[in-house]
Every structure is written in C-alpha cells, then in structure tokens.
C-alpha cells in the first residue's frame, strides 16, 4: 500500500507558530501547533466513540475552524469522514445519513435542530461545537499522531449536488488530496506566505479543497467566514489582505454587481480563479477593466477537483477557455464511437490520473459507469481542444440537442445571451418541436433595474451572432435559478410554463 506524510503533523512540526486559520466573524485564530494540538484531542475523542477504521462521522455545519479539525482528526483514526447539505432539507439528509450509518454527528449551533434529529435515527452521539465540544476537548488527552497516511484510503466523502437527479457519494482519498494540492500549487504557483478566504460551502469540494487545504498543506493563512456575503469580501479585498481567491461564476456576479465594486483595488490579490460552472464573458470583461484576471477552471467532485486552470496572462486572450490540464491529469476528446476526436472537433472529456475517485461509496454500478476498465473518468462533459493545447467546455453531454440535424450546445447560446444588456444569465434546454425535432427554450434572469426585452428582441441579438437554427424558439423570464452548491444551474428542476 503506498503511503504519504501525515501533512498537518509534518506542517505543525515545520512552522508551528505561524497562523493556520482565522475566523473572521469570532475572531478565533489558531497555529499550525494549536491546530494540531486540538486536532489530536479530538483524534483521543473519536476513538473512545469507535470513530476508527472506516467507521462514518457525519457533519453539519457552516464554515469554521472545528470543521477541518474534524477532518484532520479523522486522518489520525482512520474514520471516514461525511459532510452534510445544510441547506438541504431533513427528507433530503435521511436517506444520506441513513446510508452513512455515522457513530458520531457534529454540528453548530444553527443546524443543532436537524441534527439532533439525524443523530437520534441514526443512534450516533451529537457533539454541538457551540455547546460541549470546547468541553470535551478540554477533558481529552492527545492522541499519538498517525506518521503516514495510506494513499489509496477513504478520508471522507462528498455527495454530489447533481444536476440531474439523485446526489452519489464521492469516494475522496487522501491521495486525491495530495494530487490536488500539487495540481493546483504548480497553476497558482502557491506560496507559503498566501492567504486566500474560506467562504465556499464545506460539504463541496470547492470549500475543502478550493484553496484552503492547499493552502493548509503549504503552510498558508486560510481566513474563515461562515458564508459568502459581498459585503465582508469586498471589505476584504479593499483591506489587500487576500493574495489568493477561488470563487464561483454567482460569486464575482455578485462581486460585480456590489456598489463598491468600481472603487475597489483588486490588484492586492494576485491570483483569481473561478470553477464550478461556466464564467461568462462579461464577468471576465468587467473584473480585467479592474485588473483583476481571471482564471477560468474546472474541475470536478470526481477529481479532486483541479483539472484544468488557465493561464492568467492568456486567460484574456481565450476567454471561455478552461486551459490545459494541470501536471499530475491527462485529458482526452471521445466521440460517440469510443474513437478520439481530431483538434478543434467535439468530444466527450474523458480524464485519468492519480486524483481520479476510485468510484462511488456503496455503488459499484454508479462506478462502471463512470470510470473504465482502464481508469479513464467519463465526465459527460462536452468540449474541444485548439491548436495550442486549451480546452472549451462547450455544454453537457445530456443536454446537447439536436435541432433540424444539427447539433446545438447550450453553453454556447447561453453565453451570447449574457452579452446582451439586460440579460444576466440564461439557462437554455432543449424541448420537442413538430418541425425540428428539438429546438432552445431560454429562461432569462434579468439584471437589477432592467426593462425586459421582446423575446424577438433577444431571438435577433442570437441570430445576429449565432447561426440560426441555434436561437431559441421559447423565451422565459424567471426571478430565480434553482441551483447546486457550486452555482450550476438545476436545469431539469426548472418549472416550463
């Protein structure tokens, strides 16, 4: 079995009096040797709760320091551990919990309620971190540090938002987190003198991975606030005290829309990097008037996630692109006959590497059809590749349509409709038509303050820059986007008129 360093013992070990994390609403801060020193009390209390050797240990929580020191003491007792929706409702969360079977649920004290709910059918003990958890971690004794961690082991799971129907459990390893700290140490080129803000959900990969444990590995500053609020952020970025940043495409929508936005000076962050869904031309446009460039990625629960990253300084000239693939995957472009295509051609993205999930927890089905024989993960995503070796995620798989025999993605058509002035973002689906078989329906969120347009109007702005056939038939305005934790939009839980 291959293993790797204990990273947090290593780190505490190396600069144990440098500032690990600090939550910004609280003021709690911790070293990397404080951190550590917690991280194995609470190592003491999972064992005497039998959280060993795979045994599940459910969470529930907004962002904050105790999360990761969950995480990290899991590391040194072998426990899996589970992070839990907690926007989800309970008849959402009881089937997962119900199938993690945890020994132990933590929580804070706006969740308490549900939890204790999930903990009593579960039978697991509930340890509320605004209530008894300062207590018991007081009361306990360190543990002995584990000195490696087996690569290939389960540290904890992510149950994907999905876009399409039921959430999966997505095996991550500590070896998926060791490859994606080189993945994207070597794009942001990370430093151990970095900060970036912890402000993305905990039960994504984005808010674990995205850049705080990274960060924590290269022994970082990661800032906390329990959630994304433009106001603090912006406070932040006009404070210059973050160096790196990751957010998603709704975030530097939100960001741009802030009325500070104009008068802040963004060049005090040094990276800036979006994933998780597609980032519209005008967000690139409106945060590089700033000086602000923008690197558009992506990635995926199933990787890790860093896959691809794009170069800041061409990121401008390739807009829409997600870059190349990052050191430590490998990409490739199939067609429908398992064949790959030639450049510049469409193909469904297929990934490897040492940062692909092994599969997904308790389905082994769900695992076939996603991974092959040969370990290649079928992302269902659809792109191309140019002549320089960039990629373009052009649309999903499942929602590509085809209209008068043509193929159309929507991602495409999405993106001019975002150009428009009062469009601020649309989300296209394919539906059934007598003479083309299928043709676009938009659903159109406008920006604040903005008349809405005549649906001929925006069909004219398409045709003006799409081929015809590509302009949606049907025009929707809706006040809000259902959507995953990482900002994609839930088409399929769009209401059609």
Not at 37 to 44: F, G, N, P, S
Not at 118 to 130: H, N, P, R, V
Not at 135 to 144: C, D, F, G, R
Not at 250 to 266: C, M, R, T, W
Request: net charge negative.
């Amino acid at each position: 079995m291959k293993h790797m360093t204990n990273l947090l013992a290593r780190r505490a070990e190396l600069t144990p009096n440098r500032p690990a994390m600090t939550e910004l609403v609280g003021g709690q801060s911790r070293t990397y040797g404080a951190l550590h020193d917690r991280v194995l009390r609470l190592a003491t209390i999972l064992t005497e709760q039998g959280a060993v050797d795979g045994a599940r240990v459910a969470v529930l929580c907004r962002n904050r320091i105790a999360f990761f020191e969950v995480l990290f003491a899991a590391a040194n007792t072998g426990a899996i551990v589970t992070p839990l929706n907690w926007r989800a409702p309970l008849p959402e969360l009881s089937p997962l919990v119900g199938q993690a079977s945890p020994v132990l649920v933590f929580c804070g004290a706006e969740d308490a309620a549900v939890a204790s709910i999930l903990a009593g059918s579960s039978e697991a003990k509930l340890i509320d971190f605004d209530h008894n958890y300062e207590e018991l971690l007081e009361q306990a004794s360190p543990a002995l540090a584990r000195r490696h961690w087996a690569f290939d082991d389960i540290w904890y799971l992510l149950y994907t938002s999905g876009t399409t129907g039921q959430p999966k459990a997505v095996i991550q390893t500590y070896g998926m987190a060791h490859v994606n700290a080189v993945n994207l140490g070597q794009a942001i080129d990370l430093q151990s003198n970095d900060v970036t803000l912890n402000f993305l959900p905990l039960f994504h990969t984005a808010g674990i991975n995205l850049h705080t444990l990274p960060t924590l590995f290269a022994g970082g500053h990661v800032l906390i606030l329990p959630g994304f609020e433009a106001d603090p952020v912006i406070d932040l970025l006009a404070q210059g005290r973050i160096s790196t940043f990751f957010g998603v495409p709704a975030i530097y929508q939100a960001l741009s829309l802030h009325p500070e936005f104009g008068k802040v000076a963004l060049d005090k962050v040094r990276h800036w990097g979006c994933g998780g869904a597609p980032l519209a031309d005008t967000l690139v446009h409106a945060f590089a008037r700033r000086g602000a460039k923008v690197a558009n990625g992506m990635g995926m629960t199933e990787t890790g996630p860093t896959v691809f990253l794009a170069d800041p300084e061409t990121a401008s000239q390739k807009i829409g692109s997600v870059g190349k693939p990052q050191i430590l995957c490998e990409a490739r472009l199939i067609d429908a006959d398992g064949n790959d295509v030639a450049t510049g051609e469409t193909g469904e993205l297929w990934l490897s590497g040492p940062g692909i999930t092994p599969g997904y927890w308790g389905d082994p089905e769900a695992t076939a059809g996603a991974i092959t024989p040969s370990g290649w993960l079928k992302t269902g995503d659809l792109a191309r590749r140019d002549d320089d070796g960039c990629y373009y995620i052009v649309g999903r798989l499942k929602e590509m349509f085809i209209s008068g025999a043509e193929n159309v993605y929507p991602a495409e058509v999405e993106n001019v409709l975002a150009l428009h002035p009062a469009v601020l973002e649309a989300a296209v689906v394919g539906v059934t038509d007598a003479r083309w078989g299928e043709v676009g329906h938009a659903f159109i969120l406008l920006r604040p303050d903005q008349n809405a347009p005549e649906a001929s109007d925006l069909q004219a702005w398409c045709r003006a820059r799409l081929a015809a056939f590509k302009a949606p038939k049907y025009i929707t305005l809706v006040d809000e986007f259902p959507r995953t934790p990482a900002g994609k939009i839930q088409k399929h839980l769009i209401l059609r008129p």
